[in-house]
């Protein structure tokens, strides 16, 4: 594999990288393609971090196009004023981001320095990492809210000693006002995703799909870039969208499977405090309620019926 010497003129530092060759098993995402283009790319950084690069050739893409882990990998990862950022989309909920990104930021390390100087007497300096996650699934959570590491440890006592925190931005519309207001790509790509869940309770996906991005062509949203990828973007949508609602069949069979192995009791008390939990807010419907819990609409109706 080719080695390349990248001076970034801010630290004169040199991060050593290796070129790799892209994975072809891996089924990109419109989101990855869309902001692979460098100048969405700095938009975004700057609507999240509210800086106001012009230069698009201040980005730094350094993501490992091989690094895959259980078939899947990170969607953007840049480095941009001795920062590293590792960007992911995700359309349904996973708490256990924290843990894949982990992993990716020790391959990103282990790609950008010289491992000899490891072994020296003088301080290795590496980028500070930040880790995103723009999710858009139809579970509803908050605005913003934080995944960590150190919610997956087992039995810690004190103060973790290892933390990873990824910030997890709902970038579905309606939401997060002010980000999509600063960044018009992320804003036509949640209208984008909105319709296509839309159309797609009423008609085959891909009559779904079509017709969602004809129409955001029509009223000028994503116009150039779903003009130019048309096909592309509908094959890629397609197989998205399968692919959530295939991971929400996994999890309730998941779901099913605990309560087969006897862990019944423990999983049902934990769904319906997080339902009575639900309820209360008095702002979600029982049908998202019942997807996020695991409980059946009549479980969640008997739980309304009986709550003081």
């Known amino acids: 594999m080719a080695k390349c010497k990248r001076n970034r003129n801010k630290d004169k530092r040199d991060f050593t990288i ?32 509210q800086r106001d690069y012009k230069n698009p050739e201040d980005l730094e893409i350094v993501t490992l196009e091989n690094a895959i882990y259980m078939g899947m990998k ?11 950022y590792l960007y992911e989309h995700q359309s349904t909920y996973n708490p256990n981001m924290p843990l894949r990104d982990l992993f990716y930021i020790c391959s990103e390390y282990q790609k950008l320095v010289d491992k000899k100087s490891l072994f020296s007497s003088t301080l290795q300096k590496i980028p500070a990492p930040n880790f995103i996650e723009f999710y858009n699934g139809s579970t509803v959570i908050a605005d913003c809210t934080d995944l960590r590491l150190s919610s997956a440890f087992e039995h810690l006592t004190g103060e973790a000693k290892l933390e990873l925190i990824v910030t997890v931005l709902n970038v579905n519309e309606g939401h997060n006002a002010e980000l999509m207001q600063h960044c018009s790509t992320l804003n036509e790509y949640a209208q984008y995703v909105a319709r296509v869940r839309h159309y797609a309770t009423d008609m085959p996906l891909n009559q779904a799909v079509e017709r969602a991005v004809d129409e955001c062509i029509q009223k000028g949203i994503l116009t150039e870039f779903l003009t130019r990828n048309r096909n592309e973007v509908i094959s890629m949508s397609i197989f998205e969208y399968d692919k959530e609602l295939e991971e929400k069949k996994l999890r309730k069979a998941e779901y099913e499977y605990g ?17 009575r939990r639900m309820l209360k807010s008095n702002k979600l419907s029982l049908e998202d309620i019942a997807d996020f819990s695991g409980l059946s609409i009549d479980e969640i109706k008997q739980l309304q019926n009986t709550k003081s």
């Open 18 to 49: 290796k070129t790799l060759t892209a994975n072809r098993n891996y089924k990109d995402t419109v989101f990855r393609m869309l902001f692979s283009d460098r100048k969405n790319l700095l938009s975004l950084y700057n609507a999240v971090n």
């Open 74 to 84: 990170n969607d953007l990862a840049f480095i941009i004023d001795t920062n590293l």
């Open 259 to 275: 309560f087969s192995e006897g862990k019944k009791t423990g999983f049902q008390n934990a769904a319906m405090e997080t339902a």
